[in-house]
C-alpha cells in the first residue's frame, strides 16, 4: 500500500498498514537514554522479574512514539493532532510486537481523519489501545 | 448441554433469520474506551458488518443519561446500554439496570460479591452473566479453581473479543462441562474491534433491552465469532 498523501483518498475503514517494531533490549535502552527515561525496569530482564513483571517492559512513551512513527509512515505530510493511548498490559522487550491502525471517522471540511491504534503483545493480548487525530492539508 | 438439558450451540453460519448483537462493547464513557458511538455505527456500515445492534456495557457504572435513538434510526440499529460491574469472582455483565438493581447494589465496588449480583439482579428482573470467564484473575473459572463454583450461574460469554488464544477455549470448555449456556461480545474499545465476537438469536426481534433480556432468560442464543481470519 502506497502511502496517503491527500485527504481524499482515505476513508472510513481504511487499515493503516500493520508494523512489527524492534523492541529489542539495544533498541529500547538507545531510547530511554535519548528520552532520559532511563528506569530499570525497562532495561534490565532480572530488575523488571524484582517489580514483579515478566520481563523488562517497553516504556509508554516508546510505544506511543511507536504508533505516531506508523502514522507518519502511513500519510508522511499529515499533523499528528492528538495521540491518546490506553496502556492496558505490558509490552515485554525482546518480544514480538504488532502494530495496527484503522480510519475511524472522516472530517470532510476540516480535512481531519480519526485513528484506532492499537499493539499486540507476543501472546496476543493487546497491550495498548488508542486513538490519534490527524490533519491533513489542503 | 446446557442447564435446561438443550445442546450448546456455539455457530459462525449467519442467516436473514436471526437477530446478530454484540452484547459487549465499551464506549468513551468507560474510563479505557475510546470509541465514540456514533463511530461504531459508521464503522458497522462502512464493514457491512453483519450485525443488528449492540450493547453498551460500560465499566462500574450503568449510563442512564445517554439517548441514541437517533443514531439507531440513523443507522438501523439496536442500541442498548448495560453495564460491566467487577465482583470477587471476576468481571460480570448486567443487562436490564433499572432503579431497583441501582438501589441494591454499587456499582463503583471493584469486589461486589456475585452472589449478590446475581441474586439483586434476579429480583430486579435483570440478566447477570460473567464475561471473559476464562480469563486469568478478571474471569470466573480463574477463581472456580481456588473457591468452587458459584450457585445462581447458568449463562456466561464463552467468546470474547479480547481474549488471547487459549481462554475462549477454556471458556467454552468450562461452560460445556458446567452447562452453562453462551454468548458472545467482542469487549470493543476502540471502534474498529466491534463485532469481532457477537451472539445470535433465532427467530426472535430484539430492539429494545427489555426484550433482550427475555431472549437471555430464555436461553434460544448462541456465540459467534467474526474476528478477522475467522470464517462466518
Not at chain 1, 49 to 55: K, L, N, V
Request: glycine share 8%.
Amino acid at each position: 500500500m502506497s502511502a496517503i498523501t491527500k485527504f481524499e483518498d482515505l476513508e472510513i475503514g481504511d487499515d493503516l498498514p500493520g508494523e512489527s517494531p524492534d523492541v529489542s533490549m539495544p533498541r529500547v535502552t538507545a531510547f530511554c537514554h535519548a528520552a532520559k527515561h532511563v528506569f530499570e525496569r525497562f532495561i534490565d530482564h532480572e530488575a523488571a522479574q524484582r517489580e514483579g513483571f515478566a520481563a523488562a517492559i517497553v516504556p509508554g512513551i516508546m510505544s506511543q512514539g511507536l504508533l505516531a512513527s506508523m502514522i507518519h509512515r502511513w500519510a508522511p505530510g499529515c499533523e499528528i493532532l492528538e495521540i491518546d493511548t490506553v496502556f492496558r498490559g505490558s509490552l515485554l522487550v525482546d518480544s514480538d510486537i504488532t502494530m495496527t491502525g484503522a480510519v475511524t471517522d472522516t472530517d470532510d471540511d476540516a480535512l481531519i481523519a480519526e485513528l484506532d491504534l492499537a499493539i499486540v503483545a507476543e501472546d496476543g493480548r493487546t497491550g495498548v489501545i488508542g486513538t490519534a487525530r490527524v490533519q491533513f492539508e489542503q | 448441554m446446557t442447564a435446561n438439558g438443550s445442546p450448546c450451540r456455539y455457530s459462525v453460519s449467519i442467516d436473514s433469520n436471526k437477530m446478530r448483537l454484540d452484547l459487549h462493547t465499551h464506549s468513551i464513557k468507560s474510563d479505557d474506551g475510546r470509541a465514540k458511538v456514533e463511530n461504531y455505527c459508521k464503522w458497522i456500515a462502512k464493514k457491512e458488518l453483519p450485525l443488528d445492534g449492540f450493547v453498551l456495557t460500560e465499566h462500574r457504572q450503568f449510563d442512564a443519561d445517554s439517548d441514541y435513538r437517533q443514531l439507531e434510526d440513523e443507522y438501523g440499529l439496536a442500541i442498548m446500554k448495560a453495564s460491566e460491574v467487577e465482583t470477587d469472582y471476576g468481571h460480570v455483565l448486567v443487562f436490564g439496570v433499572n432503579d431497583d438493581l441501582l438501589a441494591a447494589i454499587d456499582f463503583t465496588n471493584v469486589r461486589l460479591p456475585i452472589e449478590t449480583v446475581l441474586d439483586e439482579s434476579r429480583k430486579a428482573g435483570a440478566f447477570a452473566a460473567p464475561c471473559h470467564p476464562g480469563r486469568k484473575r478478571v474471569g470466573l473459572f480463574a477463581h472456580y479453581e481456588e473457591r468452587g463454583v458459584v450457585q445462581g450461574v447458568d449463562t456466561v460469554e464463552v467468546l470474547n473479543g479480547g481474549s488471547i488464544p487459549g481462554e475462549d477455549e477454556l471458556s467454552l470448555a468450562m461452560a460445556d462441562r458446567l452447562g452453562y449456556r453462551g454468548f458472545g461480545g467482542s469487549d470493543s474499545h476502540v471502534v474498529s474491534r466491534i463485532g469481532f465476537c457477537a451472539t445470535d438469536f433465532p427467530n426472535q426481534q430484539i430492539v429494545d433491552m427489555e426484550a433482550l433480556v427475555h431472549a437471555l432468560y430464555g436461553g434460544n442464543f448462541s456465540a459467534v465469532s467474526m474476528r478477522p481470519g475467522d470464517s462466518d
